[in-house]
């Protein structure tokens, strides 16, 4: 056997099991229940599956992070092949301290939120430094900082030298995620766990950043486990893939193999639900003849602009250009998808449509009616016609109010139900039409998983039967089938009721999918836009050739 495919870690019918801590329920949760697998050197081994199914919890085994007072492992192994010992060790049966003399030198993890890993408190630097210093106590302070510089060069910061004293607040979403990186790798691990790393990164960052890992990979011969959700990161760089479903592997092999002839129904399932495929199984989208008609919602020369103030006297020494000058026309009963990267101007675009973000300048027009001008008294009559669900709905849906209350309070600030009944009536027939059961009226937030909880923010939109909707995000938080569930429910609504949306992604796979006009956002700009088939497929500004580059796509 090769040094570049030498056996790294073997894992042997692992099972992690969890006990419930309440006294009246004394269940035993089998998060992971006897998975095999085996990563070698060099190698980049995928383990993918929905939210729940195991597969943090396998990367916190292997570890050693789960809290030893509710976690057991009834059964397996752990097997670490350090690369100058002879014989593997068991990383199950490891002391305490044997354990943290391996994590973090030998065997080094990628968190999914870096803004919750690093400390806000201490420089990026100081954090750096702490971990080499406690692995390598020879090295002096100045040496673990050198370390520490190269460490950020290494995963292409700008000017090391001088971000090496900043504080992760200061730094960018990608910046923070190559912190993370740097941290996880100025020890020279054997071993790199990524735990979803790229989930929370625009495409142009993730495609960095995944090249930056591979990169390192074939310089230090690293193997790598890779978790995530995301079939089009998998094809482009792992060499094993792994499903995994209830705390079991459903399927394991190579990735090409897995991806174009997979063989268990479940990792069919999800590959179906890719948004691509689904291409395949919909109905052609309606186009609305709007040739003799006004548009819905007509933008000329918008701008939201955020002041900058500074001194004691809070003078304004300058502008925030969120949304400056965009003119935008979205059609009756169109899905225009608005797509750009983080801080482009998206979500407050859409916001700035239904007045939650008041316009700096320029026209709103709905219906060729001027909203712009309107005082909030007058422009309460547009607000049951716009509506807006938002991209995370636990933040957005109330805690304290049952899903009844939050669907009928709308209602009866509106005048629309003669009465408390007939509102409920309406409610349950509103959970009936998002494909929930009525009988949910009565539970709490809390009680619904992400997809259900989504439903629920789709309904809510719904309650006051409006015109248009701002959906901001709406799948960016859930598992491919969940989303292929709400992708068409939209789309059956929108048929329904004639809907028109504006629908805010960052997934260009989904833009493809579900909409007819699409509108590139760069800046505050809309620097291009046009029939989605021909926005995608054959893109003519530079921004957005180059985003498209970006996006992961299944490929052979």
């Not at 801590?21 to 269940?27: A, E, L, P, S, Y």
């Not at 050693?64 to 492992?73: A, E, F, K, Q, W």
């Not at 089009?232 to 499903?243: F, N």
């Not at 833009?511 to 029939?531: F, L, N, P, R, W």
């Amino acid at each position: 056997m090769t040094e570049h495919n030498a056996a790294l870690l073997k894992i042997n019918n692992l099972k992690t099991w969890f006990a419930s801590q309440r006294d009246d329920d004394k269940r035993i949760i089998k998060a992971v229940d006897g998975i095999d697998l085996a990563i070698n050197r060099g190698e980049t081994f995928c383990l993918v599956g929905e939210s729940g199914s195991g597969k943090s919890i396998t990367a916190l085994s292997i570890m050693g992070l789960l809290p030893t007072d509710v976690t057991s492992h009834p059964d397996g192994e752990i097997l670490f092949y350090p690369k100058h010992q002879q014989s593997p060790v068991d990383l199950l049966t490891l002391a305490d301290a044997q354990m943290r003399d391996i994590r973090g030198s030998q065997i080094a993890m990628i968190f999914q939120e870096p803004m919750n890993s690093l400390n806000p408190v201490f420089s990026i630097g100081e954090q750096i430094i702490e971990a080499l210093l406690l692995h390598h106590p020879e090295l002096s302070y100045e040496a673990a900082r050198l370390k520490a510089i190269q460490a950020l060069t290494d995963v292409q910061i700008p000017n090391p030298e001088q971000r090496i004293d900043n504080f992760p607040h200061q730094l960018s979403g990608g910046q923070r995620q190559r912190v993370m990186i740097a941290m996880a790798i100025a020890c020279e691990p054997e071993l790199l766990i990524a735990d979803e790393p790229t989930t929370a990164l625009d495409v142009t960052v993730q495609k960095e950043v995944l090249l930056l890992m591979q990169e390192l990979q074939q310089r230090r011969n690293m193997g790598i486990l890779f978790i995530t959700h995301d079939f089009g990161v998998v094809s482009e760089i792992g060499d094993q893939l792994a499903v995994m479903h209830q705390g079991k592997l459903v399927e394991t092999g190579q990735v090409n193999s897995v991806l174009f002839n997979p063989q268990q129904a479940y990792t069919k399932k999800l590959i179906a639900s890719l948004p691509h495929n689904l291409k395949q199984h919909k109905q052609p989208l309606q186009k609305v003849n709007t040739s003799m008609n006004t548009p819905l919602i007509q933008l000329n020369n918008l701008k939201v602009w955020f002041p900058i103030k500074k001194g004691l006297l809070k003078h304004t020494i300058g502008y925030i250009k969120a949304v400056d000058d965009v003119d935008l026309d979205i059609p009756h009963g169109q899905i225009l998808a608005l797509v750009g990267e983080s801080g482009c101007g998206k979500t407050t675009l859409g916001r700035s449509i239904l007045r939650l973000t008041e316009p700096t300048d320029g026209t709103i027009l709905i219906n060729g009616t001027d909203v712009s001008t309107l005082d909030r008294r007058e422009f309460r009559a547009y607000r049951k016609t716009l509506q807006i669900i938002f991209q995370d709905p636990m933040s957005s849906l109330n805690p304290r109010l049952t899903i009844a209350t939050t669907l009928t309070e709308p209602m009866a600030v509106h005048g629309i139900g003669e009465s408390h009944q007939q509102r409920l009536q309406l409610a349950e027939q509103l959970l009936e039409q998002v494909q929930l059961s009525p009988d949910y009226l009565w539970r709490y937030p809390h009680q619904f998983s992400g997809g259900q909880r989504q439903r629920i923010g789709i309904a809510r939109a719904l309650a006051l039967n409006p015109d248009f909707i701002v959906c901001d995000e709406v799948t960016s938080a859930l598992d491919v089938s969940v989303q292929a569930e709400i992708l068409q429910l939209l789309l059956e609504l929108r048929k329904q009721r004639g809907l028109t949306l504006l629908f805010i992604t960052h997934n260009i796979g989904v833009v493809e999918y579900i909409s007819d006009m699409t509108a590139v956002m760069y800046q505050g700009k809309i620097v291009e836009q046009g029939v989605t088939e021909q926005v995608c497929g054959n893109p003519k500004h530079p921004y957005t050739q180059k985003l498209l580059s970006a996006v992961p796509r299944i490929a052979a």
